[in-house]
């Protein structure tokens, strides 16, 4: 009886959203090692407040560069703030894109120089918003065996896929 009504629901709702999990990216490993990485030069808009508001910024950084001539290189987001220790209100974010070394932007654009470092690096395969969550666990996971956190800022880059039919590569990089 009970196989009878479990097993509609199971596969009209619970299988569904497995897969579609599973599409975004829910089940595909998450990786870290230590790299070099930088530098990066990057125009920027900063934000205090909610990091989920963070996407946005990112279309006003883009519209602002254009508007200025600036072609855009890959996005970049810099998290300035631990979620864990300053309250939503108070978190500072930088979101922009990676241009040559020598543009100049004009307000309300910044500049910023991240320079070379040795990091760990945690890639991920997985849908824009989904992505960042899977690598910070994994990575808050790996530090809490080493008795230690996730140190700030950290550093977000995220590679579109080349189809629809794949997700893009999360990388979160953590300085040494």
């Known amino acids: 009886m ?27 490993e ?33 519209q602002a560069l254009r508007a200025q001539g600036i072609i855009a290189g890959a996005p970049i987001t810099v998290l ?6 300053v309250i939503v209100t108070e978190r500072r974010g930088r979101v922009g894109f990676l241009v040559p070394l020598g543009t100049t932007v004009q307000a309300p654009l ?12 945690v890639t991920v395969q997985a849908g824009r918003g989904l992505a960042p969550g899977r690598a910070y666990a994994a990575l808050d996971a790996y530090l809490q065996k080493q008795g230690r956190g996730i140190l700030m800022p950290t550093v977000e ?8 039919y ?9 300085g040494l």
């Open 30 to 62: 998450v990786t870290i090692t230590k790299a070099q990485r930088g530098p990066y030069t990057y125009a920027y808009l900063e934000q205090a407040g909610d990091y989920s508001k963070l996407q946005t910024l990112e279309l006003k950084a883009d």
């Open 110 to 121: 910044a500049m910023a120089t991240i320079p070379a470092r040795q990091v760990l690096s």
């Open 157 to 164: 880059h995220y590679a579109p896929a080349p189809t629809v």
């Open 2 to 28: 009970i196989k009878r009504i479990l097993s509609p629901f199971l596969l009209a709702f619970v299988l569904p959203l497995v897969a579609i999990y599973a599409w975004w990216g829910g089940f595909t």
């Open 166 to 174: 794949r997700m893009g590569v999360f990388t979160l990089e953590m």
């Open 80 to 85: 300035l703030s631990n979620p864990d220790t």
